[in-house]
């Protein structure tokens, strides 16, 4: 079974809409989390990381984190189609070497 | 930003050859990991390192083996290729602190046929 799941697995938004992605693990030892932004054809990239409770803000992209119930959500308010990306979320715990377990993704198509 | 390389971006092997991906990183990152994308299934690490002379095994290490020579490079080996590997490999590297950030190198498309 995945530990780290997503949903949904696609979403389209409207060009200026706000798109919410979700992720939950079900690893009670994970400790900290990661969203990645993985353009069609291209590598993965680190867009926001969330490690306590609460919020955090960059620019027009809003992560939120609940430890008991390690979800962790993600939020682009004002979503542009160069937004239209696969969207990963990974954890990790504190057991040593940084290793991520990924999530399938979620598919984010922002219609023009 | 961090700089990881890969080579080849594209390999076509046959059934039973071996296979050799490469990846180096000019940021001085002590650990790198090797992960393949497969649609459904997302990313899954494959092998990782800590540093020079060492490798541990991912979740998903059969099949695969893992070399780092030196600090900059780690090499993923595929001694008998099977067409189930088939898949894009991506290489990362990053800092050994818990909050660290990996960089992914652009990935490797594998065909085995």
């Known amino acids: 079974q995945q530990k780290v799941q997503q949903s949904p697995e696609s979403l389209i938004v409207p060009e200026g809409g706000m798109a919410s992605l979700n992720c939950t693990s079900s690893d009670r030892n994970v400790d900290y989390f990661w969203w990645y932004r993985q353009h069609s054809g291209k590598s993965p990239k680190m867009l926001m990381s969330i490690f306590s409770n609460g919020e955090k803000e960059e620019g027009r992209f809003t992560v939120h984190l609940n430890k008991a119930s390690l979800h962790t959500s993600l939020h682009i308010r004002d979503s542009q189609p160069s937004d239209s990306a696969l969207y990963l979320c990974a954890a990790s715990d504190d057991s040593g070497y940084n290793k991520l377990t990924f999530g399938k993704g979620t598919v984010l198509l922002v219609s023009p | 930003e961090a700089a990881v390389t890969q080579s080849p971006r594209n390999k076509v092997a046959v059934t039973g050859g071996k296979v050799t991906l490469s990846c180096n990183q000019t940021?001085?990152?002590?650990?790198m990991y090797w992960y393949r994308q497969d649609t459904g299934h997302g990313l899954r690490l494959i092998h990782y390192s800590y540093g020079a002379g060492s490798t541990e095994k991912g979740d998903i290490p059969d099949g695969y083996k893992a070399s780092r020579p030196s600090q900059e490079n780690f090499s993923l080996i595929l001694e008998l290729a099977t067409p189930s590997q088939t898949s894009v490999y991506f290489c990362?590297?990053?800092?050994?602190?818990?909050?660290?950030?990996?960089?992914f190198g652009p990935g490797t498309r594998l065909l085995v046929l």
């Open positions: 990362a590297s990053g800092d050994e602190g818990f909050q660290d950030t990996q960089y």
């Open positions: 940021n001085n990152h002590n650990n």
